[in-house]
């Protein structure tokens, strides 16, 4: 039996599932009210009332949302400025506050470039009283999250403002 674990975190509830693959069935089902202060929270009580025991037999988890599609649709958005490391220079991007930078891995999470911390430390200074959250996205970041990391850890030390 190859069972799957769906949960969708709305703007008022969040909504689980468990289906069985092979026949299409619906297990269980469940809701719980969405907590915006900390998501996990509302995940943890929708799954708790799918009163499931054998999450052990659960092959896959997909997890989906309709929070930043909702906060866009409505207008409630914030500024949020954008580190790319190793990317190439896009022209158009839908965001006002945005750097390439240096760094970056190949395919093997091998640095392609050295990550230039002067040069990253001064991107981070230009966003500061700018924007309301930092977005950095590493180059094959999923292979060796190393420069990510490092950026992210200038971040906090240099602005206190949310970090993805």
Do not use: W
């Amino acid at each position: 039996m190859s069972l799957v674990l769906g949960i969708d975190t709305g703007g008022t509830y969040t909504d689980g599932v468990i289906v069985e693959l092979e026949n299409k069935q619906i297990v269980k089902k469940a809701k719980a009210l969405t907590t915006r202060e900390d998501l996990a929270i509302g995940i943890r009580n929708c799954i708790n009332n799918l009163d499931f025991n054998r999450y052990e037999d659960i092959s896959a988890v997909s997890l989906s949302t309709t929070l930043a599609t909702n906060a866009i649709v409505e207008g409630r958005g914030c500024e949020v400025g954008l580190l790319m490391l190793g990317h190439e220079p896009i022209s158009t991007l839908p965001v006002k506050h945005f750097s390439v930078l240096p760094g970056g891995h190949d395919i093997k999470g091998h640095p392609r470039e050295e990550l230039d911390i002067d040069v990253t430390r001064q991107a981070i200074a230009e966003l500061k009283g700018k924007v309301d959250a930092v977005a950095i996205s590493g180059y094959l970041s999923i292979r060796n999250p190393e420069h990510e990391l490092a950026v992210r850890d200038m971040v906090y030390e240099m602005v206190e403002l949310p970090v993805v």
